[in-house]
């Protein structure tokens, strides 16, 4: 069977759906012909955005609601095959500072998802989005599925945390689920309002405006940047493979590049902007995880993927889009 037939007519509920990578998500499953519903609060401080699912808005269900209400989760739950949980607070560096509300939506709302499932006994499979930073400093190791974790951030405590729920209810009870450890990701439909995460985009819009971007340090630090639409590729395989079922999943594209040069890519391909390197914030330096590269072996074995896109075509895609469509997402 075929991706787009194992999605076509399957339920799929998606947490922060209006989001960047749920709303990316939205749009693939309906061209397979899934029916999606999403759940989103469009809290100001993230990426929510209806005009995300503006081409598609007659083809999903919306629940304009917050993941944390049970009364709203429950009935969403017992009508999916599969729930792709993304609802967050997504910035690391907020999370030092609104802790509780961290602890709330990046470890509660899983533990809710789960005992909802566990408790009405739904036949439901659980796809969850940690991040790259339980690892903490990689210490110039190449990152597999194996490498200990040391979070460095109370967000990246509160994705561990979520992870170790998600085992445990798999172990214990049998629900399906699924981890992604996912690297840096950045595309089309990802919020340009601040700089707190999700820097490709913000550094997009800043080369836009004909702005200097700052770059910490001697930008040396390498990372893995993963193109969106690779992303939702790597889901949508995994999700529908039966032996990713209870797996943590390496998300990357495998391919790690200096900082500086994400940002002179974008420079020369936006055609505006300038560039300038200060030294390193003393409350940043503690948490920088230092030199980032990922072994996706695990993900490729299980599923046949590969990446399709380098970064400077997914920035060029990126651009593209947002040359179009930049006042909606600033
Ligand atoms: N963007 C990244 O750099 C990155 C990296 C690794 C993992 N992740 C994880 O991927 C997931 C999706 O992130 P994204 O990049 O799409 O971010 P995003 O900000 O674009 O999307 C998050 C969505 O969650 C919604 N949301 C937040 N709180 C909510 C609540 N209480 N109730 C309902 N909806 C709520 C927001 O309105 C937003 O639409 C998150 O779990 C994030 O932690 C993101």
Redesign the pocket.
């Known amino acids: 069977m075929s991706v787009s037939e194992y999605y076509h007519e399957k339920r799929i509920l998606i947490?922060?759906?209006?989001?960047?990578?749920?709303s990316n998500l939205a749009h693939k499953l309906v061209s397979f012909g899934a029916k999606v519903t999403i759940?989103?609060?469009?809290?100001p401080l993230?990426?929510?955005n209806l005009y995300n699912i503006e081409q598609i808005r007659t083809r999903v269900k919306l629940a304009l609601?917050?993941?944390?209400d049970e009364s709203l989760l429950v009935p969403l739950l017992s009508d999916c095959d599969i729930v792709f949980h993304?609802?967050?607070?997504?910035s690391y560096i907020d999370s030092q500072n609104i802790p509780f509300r961290d602890l709330d939506?990046?470890a509660r709302t899983t533990m809710s998802v789960l005992e909802i499932i566990r408790k009405h006994k739904l036949p439901v499979k659980v796809v969850f989005?940690?991040?790259?930073m339980v690892i903490g400093k990689s210490n110039d190791r190449i990152v597999d599925e194996t490498v200990p974790t040391n979070p460095l951030s109370l967000y990246a405590i509160h994705?561990l945390t979520s992870e170790k729920y998600l085992q445990m209810y798999h172990a214990d009870f049998g629900i399906p689920v699924i981890i992604f450890r996912?690297t840096?990701?950045y595309g089309i439909r990802?919020?340009m309002k601040h700089n707190k995460?999700?820097l490709v985009g913000w550094f997009i819009r800043m080369a836009m405006e004909n702005e200097t971007i700052t770059i910490f340090g001697d930008g040396r630090q390498l990372r893995d940047y993963i193109y969106v639409e690779d992303i939702i590729e790597a889901f949508l395989l995994s999700a529908a493979n039966p032996d990713s079922n209870g797996q943590i999943i390496n998300l990357g594209s495998g391919y790690s590049s200096e900082f500086g040069e994400m940002v002179n890519t974008i420079v020369e391909i936006v055609g505006s902007g300038q560039v300038k390197y200060v030294d390193w914030p003393a409350n940043y330096e503690r948490i920088e995880t230092g030199n980032f590269q990922v072994d996706i072996s695990k993900l490729k074995s299980l599923t046949g993927w590969s990446p399709s896109f380098t970064l400077e075509q997914g920035i060029r895609l990126t651009y593209e889009y947002y040359k179009s469509n930049l006042s909606y997402y600033i």
Do not use: C, E, M
Request: charged residues 15%; hydrophobic residues 30%.
């Open positions: 947490t922060g759906g209006l989001g960047f990578l749920g759940i989103d609060n469009l809290d993230y990426g929510g609601g917050d993941i944390q993304f609802a967050a607070q997504v939506l990046n989005s940690s991040s790259r994705k996912i840096n990701p990802q919020q995460y999700s």
